[in-house]
């Protein structure tokens, strides 16, 4: 039988020090385990229809896409009359003006791409002066659509905003999503916004602030103004469907009376044709040679 072998004060530390750094290297692992999981994104609501500002003074502005600007019974029912169109032409891959010949809506075109290249300065004047013809009519809403109603369309009206409302690059962003939920600008164009934010702020670059809305009597005739139009509208039609059926009835008419002559007057004449050359043949020749004389 062996001694048993005294284990030395120097050994005992060693192991604990090996122990300890294997724990670090697994918690070490684990948190790069960890590091690499991808995050939980919270997944948006996104609105199936256009959405309006959630605000007394922008509530006639709203936010969609494609189908909504293609929808004229919904615009009509929201009393929307002007249509912001951030696409390029239709031949170009934008949307089209769906309904350009109507008198009910007027259009403006601001030709954007969506991408971070896009310069947004150059659309601002014109997006802006449309927007600014809407709001002071107040004879209706104005639709700004892109092809999504995500990234473009928020960009317009959240420039005209800072603009014109004196509203952060946060709070204009707010209500576009709280109109909107999937609005969000691309990359590049939340970096001109907060580039805008900046430049009206330090240089006082703001527009006069709009007077309050006259909502106790501009938005009642509005609706009162779209609802006697739709009504007339709906008799014009109503007359003209009416004008046309008579005259599709008298014309149809006439067609067959005209047929139906000819028809009796071919048999009417088949009839008599063969009784007339037995006449003929009866009469005697000096008779005819009479007749012919």
């Avoid at 997006?127 to 107040?138: C, G, I, M, P, Y």
């Avoid at 892109?146 to 959240?158: F, N």
């Avoid at 109109?179 to 939340?190: L, Y």
């Avoid at 007339?232 to 067959?256: I, Y």
Wanted: glycine share 4%.
């Amino acid at each position: 039988m062996q001694p048993t072998q005294a284990v030395t004060e120097s050994e005992v530390p060693a192991v604990t020090v090996e122990n300890g750094n294997a724990e670090a290297t697994v918690n070490e692992k684990r948190k790069e385990k960890k590091n690499k999981e991808p995050a939980v994104v919270a997944r948006v609501q996104k609105n199936k229809t256009m959405g309006h500002l959630k605000d007394e003074e922008l509530d006639w502005i709203w936010i969609g896409d494609a189908d909504d600007a293609r929808d004229a019974g919904s615009l009509r029912r929201h009393n929307v009359r002007y249509i912001l169109n951030c696409t390029p032409l239709r031949s170009d891959g934008g949307v089209s003006n769906f309904h350009e010949k109507d008198p009910y809506f007027s259009y403006c075109r601001t030709s954007m791409g969506d991408n971070a290249t896009e310069h947004l300065s150059k659309r601002f004047e014109e997006s802006w002066e449309f927007l600014e013809r809407a709001r002071v009519r107040e004879d209706g809403g104005v639709l700004v659509h892109c092809q999504q109603g995500v990234s473009r369309s928020a960009s317009m009206v959240m420039s005209y905003l800072m603009k014109f409302y004196r509203k952060s690059f946060d709070e204009a962003l707010a209500l576009a999503r709280n109109a909107r939920a999937q609005a969000n600008p691309n990359e590049g164009f939340t970096i001109q916004l907060k580039e805008l934010e900046t430049t009206l702020r330090t240089t006082n670059g703001y527009a006069k602030v709009p007077p309050t809305r006259n909502r106790a009597n501009a938005v009642p005739l509005a609706q009162s103004e779209v609802q006697l139009r739709v009504q007339l509208e709906d008799q014009l039609r109503v007359q003209l469907e009416d004008q046309l059926r008579v005259q599709l009835e008298d014309q149809l008419r006439v067609q067959l009376e005209d047929q139906l002559c000819v028809q009796l007057g071919d048999q009417l004449w088949v009839q008599l044709e063969d009784p007339f050359c037995l006449l003929v043949e009866l009469v005697p020749p000096w008779v005819q040679a009479l007749v012919q004389l």
